[in-house]
């Protein structure tokens, strides 16, 4: 079998393969454009000698045509894996995966099965585990026939790696790289940029690591911000609501006293990487809403060690001020 297991002649297929369509469909409607369609706008009569100029340009077009349709024809073959696959989607992983891995001190077989996958579209999430660990990425393991050993070599790329996480497997639009997460511009009309549209029905069944739909590296952070808030003493908790949908996130809008709510599609809640928190005092009642730092502690301690935690409170200066909503404090829009 054929493949491409390899940046430039993947590179070199993907732009092929597509000056290939482009001659075969675009070249001919341009023709067509140029010398008919005009004619039939400006109702130009034709006649003899104005067909002949024309003629000549349609050979061209002709010959272009018919060869990159051999062409196609040739390499798109099933024993071409490379020709086939090389479409937007698996280009586009492959190459960012290339250049996430290039220079990384990582086993060769064990990179060229992880890039093979993405290109012959296989599943990458047995591999990408190893993939991640070779290069000190914390990632979850569930073999519990682990050596000691390697459970305190593990712990300590955790320690090490906090806060680095990097998966870019999307879930729920979010991806995550050296920490940052990555979520959709929003593009009007275009509903897959729309926050909220997809949440999980059922998180833990569909590859999240808690029930309430947060983003698996969120929750990671949250969890450990939280736990160790109650090591020191304070009581907070996160919303049950993990990830908010499009149509929730509209009736808040809607019902709410305007700047209040994000508009629907935009908020972080539906990508899962924005949680509202409950602060308690230390008698275990709920702190009040009109609060601060001061008489209401865990708020405070919050409020000044999130940061270690990869995460940041971006509405305490908001107009609508809410001490309660928690982000990542790194994230960008791709
Ligand atoms: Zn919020």
């Not at 051999?70 to 490379?82: A, K, Y």
């Not at 275009?190 to 549209?197: C, E, H, K, L």
């Not at 020191?232 to 809607?254: D, E």
Request: net charge neutral; aromatic share 16%.
């Amino acid at each position: 079998m054929f493949t491409c297991n390899n940046i430039y002649l993947l590179s070199f297929t993907y732009y092929l393969k597509y000056i290939l369509i482009f001659n075969i469909i675009i070249i001919p409607l341009i023709y067509l454009y140029i010398n008919f369609v005009k004619i039939i706008k400006k109702k130009i009569k034709i006649n003899k000698s104005y067909l002949k100029t024309k003629i000549k340009p349609l050979y061209y077009v002709i010959t272009i045509v018919v060869l990159s349709l051999i062409l196609h024809n040739m390499l798109n073959n099933s024993h071409n894996i490379c020709y086939i696959n090389a479409t937007p989607n698996i280009y586009q992983e492959y190459r960012k995966s290339f250049y996430f891995l290039e220079g990384k001190d990582i086993d060769k077989e064990l990179k060229n099965n992880y890039l093979e996958n993405i290109l012959t579209n296989k599943s990458n999430s047995t591999l990408s585990k190893l993939v991640y660990k070779e290069v000190n990425i914390i990632i979850e393991n569930d073999n519990e026939e682990e050596t000691q050993e390697a459970n305190e070599k593990k712990e300590e790329v955790i320690e090490d790696n906090f806060l680095h996480e990097t998966d870019t497997n999307i879930q729920n639009s979010v991806y995550v790289i050296d920490g940052v997460f990555y979520y959709p511009t929003y593009i009007y009309g275009n509903n897959n940029t729309y926050s909220g549209m997809f949440c999980p029905s059922n998180p833990e069944a569909e590859g999240f690591n808690n029930s309430y739909g947060y983003n698996n590296y969120f929750y990671t952070r949250l969890q450990r911000f939280i736990d160790d808030a109650r090591q020191n003493g304070y009581t907070i908790t996160m919303s049950t609501q993990g990830c908010r949908r499009y149509s929730t996130q509209s009736y808040y809008y809607s019902t709410m006293d305007s700047g209040r709510a994000a508009a629907p599609g935009h908020s972080l809640h539906g990508f899962g990487i924005a949680s509202d928190l409950e602060f308690y005092q230390s008698d275990g009642s709920v702190c009040p809403y009109y609060r601060n730092d001061a008489n209401c502690p865990s708020m405070g301690w919050a409020h000044s060690n999130a940061y270690k935690y990869g995460l940041a409170f971006p509405l305490l200066n908001a107009s609508y001020k809410e001490d309660w909503h928690v982000e990542p404090i790194n994230k960008n829009k791709y």
